[in-house]
């Protein structure tokens, strides 16, 4: 049985309208009007013969079929593209990158190869860090894109990734809730120090500084030493590090997020697909909580 041949511009449609949610959004994305986008929907879901979107008054969403086509749609279009600039837009470029510490450690380096294998001709200048030293070397003009973490110096830029905060310390930790909580802290500002602090004066639990250490990996490392507790992300906890789960003791906490600066600049030539392809390989990873 022959199957049908999907055409680029009608995924790239159905691409644009999931991951903006709308068809008036998505309309602006591909540059073509809202009724085009809903004309090339209608066509695709003709030749697949089902639905790929439902649709309401008030809300769209993916199908099941949908959902899986959406992940083989952004796949297409990246070998498209690609192909297409190798042969007629062989540009050299560069990107100023400034990754936060806080972003996923584990996936991170196999996405920066990855992309970099998507577009050989660029240099990445990538640069490491807390959020905040990252975020002034932005608006600074050192760095043409960043991804940091979301806190109150850093409202703007796309959500990229949601991780939820947890509790952690050492395997062999055993906390004695008759003394107060051994802190290990990132210095001043820091929003990890802040949310920690409110959490345990909300339960009027008493807290001192354990130990202050000038990066995550060195957060990481005292925990794992068992000096102390901290709050990181989930995707933060190691082999030799545990989830402290005592409610009374330790409280719930907030999501944190990442978000992408950089869209809006000049230089955003090689930062528009860089967001893409975030958001795909954060999608298709184990576990993600990509936005």
Same mark, same amino acid.
């Not at 939820?164 to 802190?183: C, G, H, I, N």
């Not at 030493?225 to 907030?254: C, K, N, Y």
């Given at each position: 049985m022959?199957?049908?041949d999907?055409?680029? *511009?009608?995924?790239?449609?159905?691409? =644009?309208?999931?991951e @903006?949610?709308?068809? @008036?959004?998505?309309?602006?994305?591909?540059?073509?009007? $809202?009724s085009?986008?809903?004309?090339k929907? /209608?066509?695709?879901?003709?030749?697949?013969?089902?639905?790929v979107?439902e649709r @309401?008054?008030?809300?769209?969403?993916?199908t099941?079929?949908?959902?899986k !086509? &959406?992940?083989?749609?952004?796949?297409?279009?990246e070998?498209?593209?690609?192909?297409?600039?190798?042969?007629?837009?062989?540009?050299?470029? +560069?990107l100023r990158?400034?990754?936060?510490?806080?972003?996923?450690?584990?996936l991170?380096?196999?996405?920066?190869?990855? %992309? $970099?294998?998507l577009?050989?001709?660029?240099?990445l200048?990538?640069r490491t860090?807390?959020?905040?030293?990252? /975020?002034?070397?932005?608006e600074?003009?050192q760095?043409? =894109?960043?991804?940091?973490?979301? *806190?109150? #110096?850093?409202?703007?830029?796309r959500?990229i990734?949601?991780?939820?905060?947890?509790?952690m310390a +050492?395997k062999?930790?055993?906390?004695?809730? #008759?003394?107060?909580?051994?802190?290990?802290? !990132?210095p001043?500002p820091c929003?990890y120090?802040?949310?920690?602090?409110?959490?345990?004066?909300?339960?009027r639990?008493d807290?001192?500084?354990?130990c202050?250490?000038?990066? !995550?990996a060195g957060?990481?490392?005292a925990?794992?030493?068992g000096?102390?507790?901290t709050?990181?992300g989930?995707s %933060?906890?190691?082999?030799?590090?545990?989830? /402290?789960?005592?409610?009374?003791h330790?409280?719930?906490l907030?999501m944190?997020?990442?978000?992408? &600066?950089?869209?809006?600049?000049?230089?955003?030539? %090689?930062?528009?697909?860089?967001?893409? %392809?975030? #958001?795909e390989?954060?999608?298709?990873?184990?576990?993600s909580?990509?936005?």
């Amino acid at each position: 049985m022959r199957h049908p041949d999907l055409e680029i *511009d009608l995924l790239r449609a159905f691409v =644009a309208v999931a991951e @903006t949610g709308s068809f @008036t959004a998505a309309a602006e994305v591909v540059g073509r009007s $809202q009724s085009a986008v809903s004309q090339k929907i /209608l066509r695709l879901e003709d030749l697949l013969g089902c639905r790929v979107f439902e649709r @309401t008054s008030r809300s769209l969403t993916l199908t099941q079929e949908g959902e899986k !086509l &959406l992940v083989s749609a952004r796949r297409m279009l990246e070998l498209n593209d690609v192909a297409v600039r190798a042969l007629l837009e062989p540009r050299v470029g +560069s990107l100023r990158l400034g990754v936060s510490e806080d972003f996923v450690p584990h996936l991170l380096p196999g996405m920066l190869a990855r %992309f $970099q294998r998507l577009y050989p001709g660029l240099h990445l200048e990538l640069r490491t860090g807390l959020s905040c030293d990252l /975020l002034g070397a932005y608006e600074g003009g050192q760095l043409d =894109a960043v991804v940091a973490k979301k *806190d109150g #110096t850093a409202q703007r830029g796309r959500v990229i990734w949601r991780e939820q905060l947890v509790w952690m310390a +050492s395997k062999e930790y055993r906390p004695d809730f #008759t003394r107060p909580a051994p802190l290990v802290l !990132l210095p001043p500002p820091c929003t990890y120090r802040e949310v920690m602090i409110h959490a345990l004066d909300a339960v009027r639990r008493d807290w001192f500084a354990a130990c202050t250490a000038s990066s !995550l990996a060195g957060i990481r490392a005292a925990v794992a030493g068992g000096l102390g507790v901290t709050v990181l992300g989930r995707s %933060f906890i190691g082999p030799d590090m545990q989830a /402290l789960r005592a409610p009374e003791h330790w409280p719930a906490l907030p999501m944190t997020e990442i978000v992408l &600066l950089g869209e809006e600049r000049a230089e955003a030539e %090689f930062v528009r697909p860089l967001v893409a %392809f975030l #958001t795909e390989s954060l999608s298709a990873a184990p576990g993600s909580a990509a936005a």
